[in-house]
């Protein structure tokens, strides 16, 4: 067990729709990361926050959307939902250092029909 | 930006067998670079991390290596057993320092008994 939790498990939506992904941290760590990977992508860095700052930023598209809040539990929301979107969606911890090794959840399973 | 390469091709090695797995990068050096393992349906864990005025870090079975010159990490499991059989990343900060862990598409490795 990371000490990452990810609610919910698996998602199972409509085209266009909105959903929220969660993710409490580890306890005492600051940051927070979103990482959503396909089949055929990889793992891909979505975004980054910092003691809810954000902080690093990777290819997300703006159709989604972050935050950390001020107890440090993030969520990324999800809108206007594509078939493409389909994907499974990480979070990771990590301490206050530069140089610290991340804490990945278990996922959660977005399926967009 | 950087761009992490890995073997996209399965490795298959004979139990017992070193198993030996590139990670090449593009552009600057990073300070460091870590190793995960990821299974089937789970978020990766992390194994190692290596510093950039580090050559060589051990850790049991695995061995990783970095050559700031070629741009090039090596990852070993000796003596390699079926259990580790996973797909193993690399990942680097490319942000220089702000975090934004980036990781390669990974090498799936099949330890045949």
């Known amino acids: 067990d990371s000490g990452v939790t990810q609610t919910p498990k698996h998602l199972i939506t409509a085209t266009g729709q909105r959903v929220t992904l969660r993710c409490s941290p580890r306890s005492g760590d600051l940051s927070v990361y979103w990482y959503q990977q396909s089949l055929d992508q990889g793992l891909q860095f979505l975004i980054q926050y910092y003691n809810g700052e954000e902080r690093a930023k990777g290819n997300i598209l703006e159709r989604f959307s972050a935050q950390q809040f001020p107890d440090l539990h993030s969520e990324l929301n999800l809108s206007s939902l594509e078939l493409g979107d389909s994907a499974l969606y990480f979070c990771?911890?990590?301490?206050?250092?530069?140089?610290?090794?991340?804490?990945f959840g278990s996922g959660t399973q977005l399926s967009v029909l | 930006s950087q761009k992490i390469e890995q073997n996209s091709e399965a490795l298959n090695i004979q139990e017992g067998k070193t198993a030996t797995l590139t990670c090449n990068y593009t552009n600057y050096s990073p300070a460091y670079l870590q190793w995960y393992r990821q299974d089937p349906g789970r978020g990766p864990v992390f194994l190692l991390l290596i510093r950039e005025n580090e050559k060589e870090k051990r850790k049991e079975r695995l061995k990783v290596t970095f050559d700031t010159t070629l741009k090039q990490s090596l990852f070993h499991i000796t003596a390699s057993q079926p259990a580790d059989s996973a797909t193993y990343l690399c990942?680097?900060?490319?942000?220089?320092?702000?975090?934004?862990?980036?990781f390669g598409t990974g090498t799936k490795l099949q330890v045949i008994p």
């Open positions: 990942a680097l900060d490319e942000s220089g320092g702000y975090q934004k862990v980036t």
């Open positions: 990771a911890s990590s301490g206050r250092g530069t140089n610290e090794k991340l804490f």
